[in-house]
């Protein structure tokens, strides 16, 4: 998984509940993204972050917060965890230049009941 | 719209036959990539194959070969030889928002290979 450590694997939060989503990469790379797969259906972009301090809004990014203080660390935020938020997240790097593929993280599978 | 589309939700081979899963997508640019990844139920995404639209040759990878027709907007997925271990979750993606390498991907399509 090219270097990318995602935790926790799993979870189940309550209603209401925060949580961080880790991901970490050892291998220095500045594109680092979160996606979310709903059941069923493809991968749909969170947020991203081009460098350490800057991020940006991907397609679905309500009930989200990012931040990117170090290179190595993509924390996902969710404050006021909602049953619409239950899925798997999949953290991803860029190794290379402009359109080289993204590598993934093996994912966590978050459930809110 | 940015949409990529695959119209076969499952699909199934016998092993050692070939299968192509279809995918389709809508863009403006001229220049982008795309992509087929691989979602095994491990769940991790393995990228399988890609393909840069300027160039019309189609890309291989061993067993895995795409035929891409740029004026159809289509990029088709060529399993040769079908392996047990090739069971799994398909996604086509293309790239979007320039240099910030975002992907949109398909809903996928599902494999099966029958021994």
């Known amino acids: 998984n090219a270097g990318v450590t995602q935790t926790p694997k799993f979870r189940i939060l309550k209603i209401g509940q925060s949580m961080t989503l880790q991901c970490t990469q050892d291998?220095?790379?500045?594109?680092m993204y979160w996606y979310r797969q709903d059941p069923g259906m493809g991968l749909k972009l969170i947020y991203y972050?081009?460098?350490?301090?800057?991020?940006d809004k991907g397609e679905v990014p309500n009930g989200y917060n990012v931040s990117r203080s170090t290179t190595e660390d993509f924390p996902l935020r969710l404050e006021l965890a909602a049953p619409s938020q239950t899925s798997v997240y999949f953290c991803?790097?860029?190794?290379?230049?402009?359109?080289?593929?993204?590598?993934f993280g093996n994912g966590t599978r978050l459930t809110v009941t | 719209a940015q949409t990529v589309t695959q119209s076969q939700p499952e699909m199934s081979v016998q092993e050692a036959e070939t299968v192509t899963l279809s995918c389709t997508y809508d863009t403006s640019e001229s220049d982008y990539y795309l992509f087929w990844y691989k979602q095994p139920p491990s769940r991790q995404m393995i990228l399988v194959i890609r393909?840069?639209?300027?160039?019309?040759q189609n890309a291989t990878e061993n067993r895995f070969s795409v035929n891409f027709q740029k004026a159809a907007k289509s990029f088709s997925l060529k399993i040769s030889d079908s392996q047990l271990g090739d069971a799994a979750m398909y996604f086509c993606?293309?790239?979007?928002?320039?240099?910030?390498?975002?992907?949109?991907f398909g809903k996928g399509t599902k494999l099966s290979v029958k021994p």
């Open positions: 972050s081009v460098g350490a301090g800057i991020t």
């Open positions: 991803a790097i860029r190794q290379g230049g402009d359109n080289s593929p993204l590598h």
């Open positions: 291998m220095n790379h500045n594109y």
């Open positions: 993606a293309r790239n979007y928002g320039g240099s910030q390498g975002n992907l949109i």
């Open positions: 393909q840069e639209a300027y160039k019309q």
